[in-house]
């Protein structure tokens, strides 16, 4: 009897700690309030040469650390020559950020994190983990065309010369009203669910009531506010984060 007593306060003295390690409301829930850093290399969808695989061997993992490591402190060594030429005309080719790059930026503007992400002690090789390969599900035909329509000064072929005045319909730079909310800088493109790591800024503050939970993002600064055992707002009230509403499960 006596070791069952002392094999029991020995188990909850080690679980103290842990406990009190673990941040709390008035209510007993757990206060995610702080400020956080979601900088990262895990990317948002897996290789297709993964397959189902959801883990990185600690070795692999190591290695894209280190090689991350290298290339950032390599960059920011390196001096910008002062008597550089000029960036080609019509951008680099690189169309994936609207004109192709023309050197807007150099390694002191960028932070998209230096390591790998872990969850329970294991490196995933994906952030998305449904479904099992880790991959976004393909957009519908609709879907591609309204995201043609909306990202259109994103994502238009960049052959250095005005294509878009041989279409029909509204340019991608007609006015402000044809642009991106992103490229306007009027909403991020970070504050999605799930989180994931942008090129810079990818700090969080999570602000935390009995109620509510307010998300701030560093990028654009938008304020995601999620109302705790709430109801959803009408249609008619739609806004441009959406209407998040939370509910607390399980036992904390």
Known sequence: MKKLLVSIFLLVWCLLPVQAEVKRTPSGKPDLSGFYDTGNLTPLQRPEFLGETEYLYT???NLINWAAEWAYDYAFE???DPDREAPPEGGDGNNTGGAGGVGGYNAFYIDPGNHVSEVDGKVRTSIIYD?????????????????????????????????????????PFDGPETLAPSERCLISFGTTVPTIPSLYNNYKRIIQTEDHVMILQEMVHDARVIRLNSEHLPEEGRKWLGDSVGRWEGMF
């Not at 329509?149 to 052959?159: I, L, P, Q």
């Open 78 to 80: 390196t001096t910008s």
């Open 131 to 171: 479904p099992p390969n880790g991959r976004q599900p393909e957009m519908s035909e609709e879907s591609r065309q309204r995201m043609s329509v909306r990202y259109k000064s994103f994502r238009h072929e960049n052959t250095g010369t005005a294509t878009w005045l041989d279409e029909e319909g509204d340019g």
């Open 59 to 61: 070795w692999v993992a």
